[in-house]
């Protein structure tokens, strides 16, 4: 290439290969308009294959990218292809490099931080210098190329000034990561045409003024009446509040008809009584510490969710606002699965109707995992929700970590949110116009794309992390700062009463109204519908007051049963499956025509089926679940030709309820949230989340210990939500042994949950159509079987699913003399079919098996009812695969030693256990330590 074409030029450029946007910004101007770039670049583009039929998305920049990165791995030729001798053009071309410039780094420029204490580094790319362009140029005019300036050409002056208060100013807009052309051009234009800041009307301006006022006089009027009470208040991030009011009425704008909110601790009861409408008089009686409900354990104020309807332009719209733990992110995927369920209930499939909103702090935005698991997900076919509007309420500060190398390594802490290229505002929350403003481009973003779109508010916290923590003592400079900073409020009044919009006595009276309506405990919440239309949100009183123990009728017609197996057996004609799918559903066909033993598979499959011919829907995700990490499942099957898909469940009868099955990324945290917020939407379904392997579980433990566990003690909260765990001890080694039934176990209280260790197709089959068809609502977890799928002994029958029901006890199987037996063998799971076998193979008919099939709430009632039959019985041994310390053996033996000790209080102490010695790992990697252990437990158990 030849010194000064246009590739050498580029290819000595600090922009060679790093910059292509600027010449794919030059190309799609070409595109549009060949005139409109400079002659030497037209000529060559001429030299480029042109894109066929209507430019799509980013398919017409592929010539142009593909030359060029081809010419950053070629050693540098010297070929000239296009030439520039002449200055002026040459000087066209730096200016459009110029405006490039300040479309991908003017955010950096921008005067975001309120406090000025933003460390940022030297941006040489935004001055004009920098592009060979001085004070001499700016009188020069120049083609204004795709900037949306309002005309084609424009002094340098002009455009400099454009840009700079496009870019520069209180908006620091960050989009040119995206790749979409339509995306990009879309929000230069919303910013550019506006130069980032629209002309407000008076009447927008004041009600922005009445919310700010709203927001400090509840933190004021909190403030002096519960001085040094913790309420993390929002205290230098009032701008937050006419955000969230401009999101809500917008989106109403738009047709939506209820919207999730999901935040951590900050400006939770601001948002709780200025934007959703809680009486004030009740947020009061927390502040007193009153109790305020009946059952459980209740939580703190700022952990609390709260529902009400507002009137918006579009009509009336249902907002809820999540219940969250104090753990900072995890309530964003509950709130995506709380969104999922409100589409899927409204067969509302983009997005249209529903609205999540998710608020972050900096610190925990850019630190967990989780931030990440739920961008992953937001485009995904089981997780997408249409968009969520992310607001960052950036303190600058996490606890007492504020400094950049310490809180992250990421510049900004909403560079996470780049994956997945959602465009990020960042904003100077000490102008709440520029705050709007970014608010309206965020929501019309998220409408028109449907897309994930980040708010960062940059704002700083007035009283540290919380009112009873001093925050000098680790930030001094900071905090210096802000005691003398002016609050928003305070800045904008001042700014208001400066230009004649207001007059102080205006000032002073919105102050004193919204004072006297906390006084008087009246609503501040300008929307809210006092009598709100109940049909935007389900019903959940047919779940309220149900014991575990209500009987569910889990029968189903047998000619009805056969007719859906065969439903189940059957796919479209011409359809190919793979060889050993074909096998299991010939292997179907055989159960159900009797000439084979029913298996796991079939039996699970026909719970489903016969729930939704009940009318009730599925929902099924996890990792790999179509298949089922051990085939048994196949619920989803691929022709073999060509890829296609069918699921036999989809297609029982017409309009049958929906039955979703998706494998999930692999993710365990924000996968498990999300079904949690989904299953406590969405009362009338089967919501099932699966494992691949049980003790997957762990990457989710804190929606297992936060929300599945403890939600309905803490928020009154139901969920039917229903985990499957493959557990096992089958040599498999320390990972793929154990479900930890032992932690869930543990956690169980207060009849929170069940815990179940099902044993034969019959089992899993009624005990899933119990979790749907009893109206209790409670968290289920299986431990769900590997070997046991295909074990020859676990089979059932077709009447068995006809006519039975969940046994909690199962009783021995074997024909006993009641009056023989001295000693009881208690056990759960699969180890059961190794006992049987050691039984007869040791001729023991003095012992008897009963199976503990659900562990929690445990079933003392049926358990001793068995136990009873055993008029001489002297010895009891729990016997399990897991070591000691693990399983059910801790948890659980009160229960045991309860039962035996009504029936004599001899026999509490005759209880034993048989399992492997206690151990750090749950398992052993040794196949042939494996065997050894599990022959020596089950041996025992007739022993000790
Ligand atoms: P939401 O649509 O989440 O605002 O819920 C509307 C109302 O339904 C709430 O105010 C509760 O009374 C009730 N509700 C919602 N979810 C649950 C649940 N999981 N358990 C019990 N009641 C619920």
Redesign the pocket.
């Given at each position: 290439m030849q010194e000064g074409s246009m590739e050498y030029q580029w290819s000595t450029s600090h922009a060679y290969g790093g910059n292509i946007h600027y010449i794919e910004e030059l190309y799609e101007q070409f595109l549009v308009d060949p005139n409109s770039v400079p002659e030497q670049w037209r000529d060559y583009f001429n030299t480029l294959p042109r894109p066929e039929g209507a430019p799509a998305q980013d398919q017409p920049l592929t010539p142009v990218r593909e030359h060029f990165s081809q010419l950053a791995r070629q050693p540098r030729q010297h070929t000239a292809v296009v030439s520039t001798d002449n200055a002026q053009e040459k000087k066209q071309v730096r200016v459009l490099q110029l405006i490039n410039a300040y479309r991908f780094r003017g955010h950096q420029r921008a005067d975001i931080d309120p406090l000025n204490l933003m460390a940022r580094e030297p941006v040489p790319d935004l001055d004009p210098a920098f592009h060979q362009l001085d004070q001499s140029d700016f009188d020069t005019e120049f083609q204004t190329g795709s900037l949306f300036l309002g005309k084609e050409r424009a002094t340098l002056r002009e455009i400099y000034e454009a840009i700079s208060q496009t870019y520069t100013s209180t908006t620091g807009a960050e989009f040119m990561h995206i790749v979409d052309t339509e995306e990009k051009r879309w929000l230069q234009q919303r910013f550019e045409s506006v130069r980032s800041k629209p002309n407000y009307s008076e009447e927008v301006r004041k009600h922005l003024l009445e919310r700010l006022t709203a927001a400090e006089g509840l933190e004021n009027y909190l403030a002096s009446k519960y001085p040094g009470t913790k309420r993390f208040g929002l205290e230098g991030g009032e701008s937050y509040i006419p955000m969230m009011d401009e999101i809500i009425q917008r989106s109403g704008g738009y047709g939506i008809k209820?919207i999730?909110i999901g935040m951590a601790h900050r400006g939770r009861l601001n948002t709780l009584v200025n934007i959703l409408g809680k009486s004030p008089a009740e947020l009061f009686d927390e502040f007193d510490g009153k109790k305020m409900i009946d059952h459980g354990s209740g939580d703190v104020k700022y952990h609390q969710?709260?529902?009400?309807n507002v009137m918006t332009s579009g009509g009336e719209v249902?907002?809820?606002?999540?219940f969250n733990p104090s753990h900072l992110e995890i309530g964003s995927p509950v709130v995506e699965g709380?969104v999922r369920a409100?589409q899927d209930r409204r067969e509302d499939t983009k997005g249209d109707a529903v609205l999540p909103i998710s608020i972050h702090g900096d610190a925990a935005f850019s630190g967990q995992g989780v931030v990440m698991e739920t961008f992953q997900m937001s485009q995904t076919r089981a997780y997408k929700t249409g968009g969520t509007i992310h607001i960052v309420i950036n303190n600058q500060v996490g606890f007492t970590t504020s400094k950049r190398e310490d809180a992250r390594s990421s510049e900004y802490c909403t560079d996470i949110a780049k994956m997945v290229q959602a465009p990020i505002f960042h904003v100077n929350g000490d102008d709440p116009e520029a705050v709007l403003h970014v608010t309206q481009v965020a929501i019309d973003y998220r409408m028109q794309f449907h897309k994930d779109v980040v708010i960062d508010l940059v704002c700083y916290r007035r009283r540290g992390h919380n009112e009873a923590d001093e925050p000098s003592g680790t930030q001094p400079l900071m905090y210096s700062k802000i005691s003398k900073h002016a609050s928003t409020r305070k800045l904008y009044t001042q700014k208001l009463i400066d230009e004649g919009v207001i007059s102080e006595a205006d000032d002073k009276r919105m102050v004193d109204e919204y004072r006297d309506a906390l006084d008087n405990g009246r609503h501040v919440a300008n929307a809210l519908v006092k009598e709100p239309n109940t049909g935007?949100?389900?019903?959940?009183t047919p779940?309220?007051g149900h014991e575990w123990t209500a009987h569910a009728d889990t029968r189903f017609d047998l000619k009805r049963l056969q007719e859906l197996a065969q439903k189940m057996c059957e796919a479209p004609e011409g359809f190919k499956l793979q060889r050993q799918v074909n096998k299991i559903y010939d292997d179907r066909k055989k159960m159900l025509a009797g000439a084979m033993p029913m298996n796991w598979g079939f039996a699970e499959t026909m719970a489903y089926a016969t729930l939704l011919d009940e009318g009730h829907p599925i929902r099924i995700t996890g990792q790999d679940v179509g298949r089922g990490t051990f085939s048994h499942r196949h619920a989803v099957l691929h022709n073999n030709q060509d890829g296609s898909l069918y699921v036999p469940l989809q297609h029982l009868k017409e309009n049958q309820p929906s039955m979703t099955i998706h494998d999930s990324f692999l993710s365990e945290e924000a996968v498990l949230a999300f079904e949690y917020g989904y299953?406590?939407?969405t009362?009338n379904a089967l919501v099932i989340w699966e494992a691949q392997f049980g003790d997957f579980a762990n990457g989710a433990q804190v929606v297992i210990d936060q929300f599945i566990s403890s939600?309905?003690s803490k928020w009154?909260?139901?969920?039917g939500l229903t985990l499957l765990l493959p557990h096992g001890f089958e040599g498999q080694g320390p990972e793929h042994s154990s479900a930890r039934l032992e932690r869930f176990l543990q956690l169980c209280a207060e009849h929170n949950m069940q815990v179940c260790a099902p044993t034969t197709p019959a089992q899993i089959y009624h005990l899933l159509r119990r979790q749907v068809i009893r109206p209790l609502?409670k968290p289920l977890v299986v431990m769900s079987p590997k070997s046991l799928l295909r074990h020859k002994d676990a089979t059932s029958t077709l009447e068995e699913l006809a006519d039975g029901a969940f046994q909690p006890v199962i009783p021995d199987q074997g024909k006993l003399d009641d009056g023989n037996v001295k000693r009881v063998i208690l056990c759960g799971g699969k180890v059961y079919y190794d006992l049987m076998h050691k039984r007869t193979e040791l001729e023991r008919d003095d012992t008897a098996i009963i199976r503990i099939e659900q562990l929690y709430p445990f079933p003392e009632e049926s358990l001793d009812q068995e136990l009873r039959r055993y008029p001489n019985l002297e010895r009891v041994v729990w016997c399990q695969e897991e070591p000691q310390n693990q399983g059910a053996w801790y948890s659980s033996q009160h229960h045991m030693r309860n039962v035996l000790g009504a029936i004599k209080p001899e026999l509490a102490n005759a209880l034993k256990l048989s399992s492997r010695a206690a151990a750090a790992a749950p398992a052993s990697g040794y196949p042939s330590v494996h065997a050894e252990q599990q022959n020596k437990l089950v041996t025992e158990a007739f022993e000790v």
């Open positions: 209820e999730v969710g709260f529902s009400s249902h907002l809820a606002l999540a709380s409100r935007l949100f389900v019903d959940w779940y309220l299953a406590t939407t009362p939600g309905e009154g909260r139901l969920c609502r």
